[in-house]
Nanobody, 127 residues
Framework: QVQLIESGGGLVQAGGSLRLSCVASGGIFSSTIVGWFRQAPGKEREFVATITWIDGRTYYEDSMKGRFTVSRDNAKNTVYLQMNSLKPEDTAVYYC????????????????????WGQGTQVTVSS
């Protein structure tokens, strides 16, 4: 079973940057895919990006492309979400999630695609 712990959230001014970390343990294999999601107050949890553990292939929600970058450090069992040019509408709790996939598909964008979740980290962007 995979355990995930996010960190790196905080308060930042609009236009600023933050890097979130997701440390994974207990059952990380080459078939693991890690996703980032976020949930703003009163809204549903939404997809941000995914990355494959074995080769680092990424997939982004269209509105996040160019501002957000997901990466991983296999030696540290850590996935990162670099967020630049932050906007007040990026304010949300950010979650990382994990699943296994036996194929080459990394298009897992729904919350129910992921059985393992971290506790989330709050990101607040002030205007």
């Amino acid at each position: 079973q995979v355990q995930l712990i996010e960190s790196g959230g905080g308060l930042v001014q609009a236009g600023g940057s933050l890097r979130l970390s997701c440390v994974a343990s207990g059952g990380i294999f080459s078939s693991t895919i890690v996703g980032w999601f976020r949930q703003a107050p009163g809204k549903e949890r939404e997809f941000v990006a995914t990355i494959t553990w074995i080769d680092g292939r990424t997939y982004y929600e269209d509105s996040m492309k160019g501002r957000f970058t997901v990466s991983r450090d296999n030696a540290k069992n850590t996935v990162y979400l670099q967020m630049n040019s932050l906007k007040p509408e990026d304010t949300a709790v950010y979650y990382c999630a994990a699943r296994y996939s036996s194929g080459s598909n990394n298009y897992f964008v729904r919350t129910y695609d992921y059985p393992y979740w971290g506790q989330g980290t709050q990101v607040t962007v002030s205007s």
